[in-house]
């Protein structure tokens, strides 16, 4: 991983990794399709449609009825006793029990085809760029994709001007993308905070539909699996295997509660890292300083990899505390920065 601030200095963000640990880099199509075999060879049924909207029950434990269009039939139906709605950010099913909504950014990225040599340098790498050029309150990306990258960028403050930070994005990269065939646009909210409500009655969501992403990083894929794990396992334990008809109560113990003591922590740091450092370009500049520090490599590789605030040591911590400070003040941004907290 190499991260760029807004002047453009390259910092490599990986030293620490040992042998056995990376940052993983997928295609969605590729892993959605392997997923969704993987559950139709353990018994599941696959429908493929387009639900419409989920009928909530007429008593206590009657079922919820989903309706959905299929390429071949218009209205077909379907009576459940739970539903796990991971239908995304635009999700019926959130606004089928009136969750209620979410701030949310916009990520847009392209896909890009290089020549095998421009290939040949993303083979092993993901660029993270920072600046007020490519994003007001985000970063932009290059990351691989097996035989083409990634390039893109996300914003929640300013969503009009995405097309002016996706070219700036390309721009920063020009030399190593020039000459490369946009094979595919893509451009989806991404929610900024959980939903206020996530499990109503039999219905849980989980996901994006749930609000899964963390600020900072941006990150989703995983949490949006585990929650659907974490919620699956919930009613299977609840359910007593599918013998007994579950409640909310049993949904928000065994999932949602879990999930917050699990979580709940991580994705409050991120917020506000995210607050600190990605509020102008001389705080940015700070950032990628950091990261040049070995001691911020394995603290952050230590959590990120294994989804778990990592816990160093008193002195370190101080050490890494006085050296933030250090870099903003360097950076010249130490007045606006702690003057943001405080508000
Ligand atoms: C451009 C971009 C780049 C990103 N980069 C990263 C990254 O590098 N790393 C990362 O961790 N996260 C990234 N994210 C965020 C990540 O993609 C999401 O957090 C993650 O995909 C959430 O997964 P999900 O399954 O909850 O929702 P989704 O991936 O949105 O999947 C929802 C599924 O539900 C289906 N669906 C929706 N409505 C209906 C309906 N009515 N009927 C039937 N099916 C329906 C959709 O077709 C889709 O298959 C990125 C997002 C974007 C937009």
Request: hydrophobic letters at 40%.
């Amino acid at each position: 991983m190499r991260i760029f601030s807004p002047s453009n200095i390259a910092v490599d963000f990986g030293k620490t990794l040992k042998p056995n640990e990376f940052i993983a880099m997928l295609r969605r199509e590729v892993l959605d399709s392997f997923l969704r075999s993987r559950a139709v060879s353990a018994g599941a049924t696959h429908i493929s449609g387009l639900v419409t909207s989920l009928d909530l029950p007429t008593s206590q434990n009657s079922p919820y009825t989903i309706n959905y269009t299929t390429k071949t039939s218009s209205r077909n139906s379907l009576a459940v006793d739970v539903v796990i709605g991971a239908d995304g950010a635009n999700s019926r099913v959130a606004k089928s029990i009136n969750a209620g909504d979410y701030t949310c950014a916009i990520a847009f990225q392209e896909r890009i085809k290089l020549s095998d040599d421009k290939m040949a340098y993303y083979e092993n790498l993901a660029e993270m760029y920072i600046g007020d050029d490519v994003s007001p309150d985000f970063y932009a990306w290059v990351f691989p994709k097996c035989d083409h990258v990634a390039v893109g960028t996300g914003t929640v403050k300013s969503k009009h001007d995405i097309k002016l930070y996706q070219r700036a994005i390309r721009e920063r990269a020009m030399s190593k993308i020039n000459g490369g065939k946009v094979i595919k646009i893509e451009a989806h909210p991404i929610p900024e905070h959980p939903r206020p409500v996530r499990v109503r009655g039999r219905v849980a969501l989980v996901g994006d539909a749930a609000g899964y992403v963390t600020k900072c990083s941006g990150e989703g894929i995983y949490f949006a699996a585990k929650s659907g794990r974490m919620c699956g396992n919930g009613v299977v334990k609840a359910s007593e295997g599918g013998m007994k008809m579950i409640n909310e109560c049993d949904l928000m113990r065994e999932y949602l509660k879990e999930w917050d003591a699990k979580y709940v922590n991580t994705f409050r740091f991120l917020d506000l890292l995210q607050r600190v450092f990605y509020g102008s370009n001389a705080s940015r500049e700070a950032l990628v300083e950091l990261c040049g520090d070995e001691y911020v490599q394995r603290m952050t590789f230590d959590s990120y990899l294994y989804k778990k605030l990592a816990r160093g040591k008193v002195c370190d911590d101080v050490k890494l505390f006085m050296g933030t400070i250090g870099s903003l003040i360097r950076c010249n941004d130490v007045g606006t920065r702690m003057k943001g907290l405080i508000l």
